[in-house]
């Protein structure tokens, strides 16, 4: 299933303010993570429409996507007060940004398997290695309880099938610091 034409924009979008980014930050890299990182790999086999970001200069990606358009949304929190919860575009009002505060998993992850990919309108998104999003999908499914959210399996085997090349010891040991069982993969 083909990526929505909305969703290619968004994408595009935030390729221009990742270009941005690290063209101001002399080359620090904002990492696309979670669900969203998952349909541009799978090419829309799964949906998601928040993506989150991990950057080493919040103050400045913040600055950068408020100059790109974007507002900030704000949510209903515990007792009535009111969060910054992500980031909104009015040309994309279905979409969430947010920034996933922390280093890239904890550091943990080996940032020179990034998955670097060129947009058509020049800016590019760096995803994080196609063992740690396996890992993290795993982890998630672990913490959320199981069963109830089986997609994230399927979502980690799926990329397992379209990784060009696997680091088998690597992957093993991101899926158990991520909390996730390595078995799950088979099925």
């Not at 998952?38 to 928040?50: E, K, N």
Request: aromatic share 8%; hydrophobic share 40%; glycine share 14%.
């Amino acid at each position: 299933m083909p990526l929505p034409d909305y969703y290619l924009r968004a994408i595009e979008l935030l390729g221009q303010v990742c270009e941005e980014y690290r063209g101001a930050t002399g080359g620090d890299r904002a990492w696309l993570v979670g669900g969203a990182s998952v349909v541009i790999l799978t090419g829309g086999a799964f949906h998601s429409g928040d993506f989150d970001l991990v950057v080493a200069h919040e103050d400045l990606f913040k600055e950068i996507l408020i100059k790109h358009g974007f507002q900030n949304e704000r949510g209903q929190g515990r007792m009535g007060t009111m969060l910054h919860v992500g980031y909104m575009h009015p040309d994309h009002p279905d979409l969430g940004w947010q920034l996933v505060s922390g280093p890239l998993f904890d550091g943990k992850s080996d940032e020179s398997k990034g998955i670097a990919i060129k947009l058509q309108g020049g800016g590019e998104l760096t995803l994080p290695a196609y063992e740690d999003l396996i890992a993290d999908r795993l982890g998630q499914f672990a913490a959320q309880g199981g069963k109830s959210h089986f997609e994230l399996v399927e979502q980690a085997r799926v990329i397992f099938r379209l990784a060009k090349e696997i680091d088998g010891d690597y992957l093993k040991r991101r899926i158990v610091e991520e909390g996730g069982d390595p078995n799950l993969l088979i099925g």
